[in-house]
């Protein structure tokens, strides 16, 4: 039997062990209210500003325009509906590929009438069409809201934010970016990038579950999407996720410290899994451009469609191999990726594997033999 093996790190990561010792003491002696005025809500409240700090530096942003939340979808969803109703957009602008807390969003908005919605194009290489996102906002003098991805989570695909930043700031628009992917994976410098809000998720590098940021840009006043209690700034009600607060703030500085070191490990992971594939599976093709402005974590294969590579996530499952067909939300599932759909591919069974600091190129070779047998 193989050792269980994991290669789905785009949906979740397992968390490293610095993170809990960072976090354990929060869950124990550091268990005070922070809205306290008594020393046990005081410390608290001290860590969660200390952990505020220690985000925006790694972002290049201000504290005050660090907001913690409950992870992306609740970030996106605060973004989204606030250029709608604070910031006056009547009209989105996203592409069909997005993450299903971005894209049904902006259906619910535009299905309410509170905007219309238009889709970019889409390459045949998977990336959005950047001229036609242009073109889009040159043909109207509405109020517009640009929600795109920084790096799409099922093929990969990095999109130039600081672009669509230019283009954003030229047709004075509103511009939300999905960093989820991409936060704790990249240096990310706000600094240098014209937009208005963008997202993250601990859980994605190596942090805990159920936190996540919202970047604010400071030249917005928004209102909070959650009521009932004046936590972060009067942002965002609820008694503060503290020791997943810490965490993020951990997992984060810690995915910065080795950044380029663990990038050559995992981008060889990839390229050798894609060299091994090419090499042992007659007709396999990857999607994307997983050679060009793309992840380092992700590769999207398809697989000829065939009766065995129907069942090749469940098979590869059932030899302890962990993988997904797409996003978290589709593994397993019968109606298929939207993001594969949406590329017009030649029918395939399509799977993704996505890897992490903790993957080796033994696992690949196990993997590899696994699929030599299914396949």
Known sequence: MTPRIYFDNAATTPMDPRVFDAMTPYFTEHFGNPSSIYS????????????????????????????FTSGGTESSNTAIFAAIKELGCK???SSPIEHHATLHTCNFIAERGDASLELIKILPNGHVDLEDLEHLLSSSS???LVTLMHANNEIGNITDIKRVGALTQKYNAIFHADTVQTVGHFPIDLSTIHVDFITGASHKFHGPKG????YINAKN???????GGGQERNMRAGTE???????FAKALEISMQNHDEEKRQIRGLKTYLMESLKGKIKGVVFNGDPTGDSLYTVLSVGFPKTEKTEMLLFNLDIRNICVSGGSACSSGANQGSHVINALSLPDQSTVRFSFSKYNTQQEVDLLMDALSDLV
């Open 91 to 93: 009209r989105i602008i």
């Open 241 to 247: 996720n503290i020791y997943g607060i810490v965490g």
């Open 221 to 227: 006043k928004v209102n909070p999407f959650i009521h």
């Open 211 to 214: 936190v996540g940021i919202l």
């Open 40 to 67: 046990y809500g005081r410390e608290n409240r001290l860590a969660i500003e200390k952990a505020r700090k220690s985000v925006a530096a790694t972002l290049h942003a201000h504290p005050s325009e660090i907001f």
């Open 142 to 144: 509405e109020k517009t």
